[in-house]
């Protein structure tokens, strides 16, 4: 039971394990699930150590209703791993009591505060232990009887600040609270009930903080491109796993197959047993409109969710894209860029084949005929090359051409000297 002395408990339970209570872990937990809340509504308050206040009358049109939003709000903290208990009611210090005394059906109105509180016991109230001691040397027990006595004679003998609590309760005093403002980034530790050497059960405990990212995201309106998981283990340096995205996302299922490409490559040095995500730069990242039939995404959405499934698979090195460069050379008219800044700026209108040889291969020259694996037949063609004379100079006449397995040919002959080159395939 909460409250229990340990010897009492040890005498009730021989095999027990006991944990030593982490205030700074709860308080970096709550304000998670703040932060992660603030996806329903603009104002969330911290009610340490345990407790959020959710404004939500102006959220309920957007999810709704309110027991859209109430069942919402559970399922989706059960899946972070929480057990919660809500209640509404109009005034916040009603909602925290009531939540406490595990009463969750919706006290809409102030006027029917004083019948939704008034059977509270004063341990309930929030009293400190010497103000609940002088109202039980009075005779009463309940919050409803502390309120039926003579106002100036409860705050003369308890003090101003008791009264104004009880008021505050049944809504006759203003309760302001303090909005609770979520961090510029994420970054959030999470230790392991337990230490665990496999994949799915470190997958389980990173959608955990996946699912608080996507919620941060979600309120700031923005997406995250770099993503830090860091694998703590016990007695030797950490693990650090870096994914890069090629756009800003906040979708938890998507970097969650990400992460777990990058884990299934990679070979755990020891067990884990605690684990940390960071994200310290957020991008903006406005909702998209929603189709009318269904979740279709667009199919740039779809390509850049597998390029980012290629890069975390095989490696950022081994997936790039093309950009082309304003040079009438081939060989030097494009160069290697990221994936989502490849553009044809500053390409040439002639045709060209997508498969240039990394050196152009000589052909045979056969009474000023180029061969290869036979004579080959010119379908078109001169086009003059000739630029770079600043550096590495050509003059060149290229020609589309094709053998006789009618594959087509891009070739080419020195000016100088004649020679023949084959330089690209068609496709």
């Known amino acids: 039971m909460p409250g229990m002395a340990l010897g009492a408990a040890e005498a009730l339970v021989p095999v027990h394990r006991t944990l030593a209570r982490d205030a700074d872990g709860e308080r970096a937990a709550l304000e998670g699930l703040a932060a992660w809340a603030g996806q329903f509504t603009s104002t969330v308050s911290l009610v340490p150590p345990q407790g959020l206040l959710l404004e939500i009358g102006g959220s309920l049109l957007l999810f709704g209703g309110l027991e859209a939003l109430r069942m919402r709000l559970h ?18 210090l009603a909602a925290v009591l009531l939540a406490r005394a595990g009463r969750t059906a919706p006290v809409l109105e102030k006027t029917a505060l004083h019948a939704a509180l008034g059977d509270l016991p004063l341990e309930r109230l929030g009293l400190d232990d010497t103000a609940v001691e002088a109202l039980r040397g009075m005779g009463l027990r309940r919050l409803a009887e502390c309120l039926r006595l003579p106002r100036h004679g409860l705050a003369r003998r308890l003090g101003p600040d008791v009264l104004a609590h009880l008021l505050r309760a049944v809504g006759e ?18 230790v392991l009930p337990a230490e665990v050497d496999g994949t799915e059960a470190l997958l389980f405990a990173t959608r955990r903080l996946l699912l608080e990212l996507a919620g941060l995201l979600r309120a700031r309106g923005a997406g995250v491109a770099q993503l830090v998981l860091t694998l703590g283990h016990r007695g030797r340096p950490p ?13 938890a299922a998507h970097l969650l197959m990400l992460l777990r490409t990058r884990l299934d490559q990679f070979t755990l040095p020891a067990p884990v047993d605690e684990l940390s995500l960071d994200a310290t730069q957020l991008s903006e990242l406005p909702d998209e409109n929603r189709v009318l039939f269904g979740e279709a995404r667009t199919l740039q959405a779809r390509g850049e969710q597998l390029l980012d499934t290629l890069r975390a698979r095989l490696g950022s090195n081994a997936v790039q894209g093309c950009r082309a460069v304003a040079d009438h050379r081939p060989e030097r008219a494009w160069r290697h860029c990221a994936p989502h800044n490849a553009s044809d700026e500053g390409a040439l209108p002639a045709r060209r084949p997508l498969w240039l040889l990394d050196t152009p291969e000589p052909l045979e020259d056969v009474d000023g005929h180029p061969c290869r694996k036979g004579k080959l037949r010119l379908l078109s063609g001169p086009e003059r090359i000739e630029a770079g004379w600043w550096d590495e100079g050509v003059t060149r006449d290229y020609f589309m051409a094709e053998d006789r397995e009618h594959a087509r040919l891009w070739i080419f002959r020195e000016h100088r000297g004649g020679q023949w080159f084959l330089h690209g395939l068609f496709s």
Not at 75 to 87: D, K, N, P, S, W
Not at 239 to 251: A, F, I, K, Q
Request: no cysteine; hydrophobic share 40%; net charge positive.
């Open 173 to 190: 005093l203003p309760d302001p609270r303090p909005a609770f403002v979520s961090p510029p980034a994420f970054s959030r530790r999470l």
């Open 75 to 92: 399922e989706e903290l059960h899946t972070l791993g929480y057990r919660a208990v809500g209640a509404v009611a109009p005034v916040p």
């Open 239 to 251: 693990s650090r796993l870096e994914l890069g995205l090629l756009t800003p996302s906040r979708d």
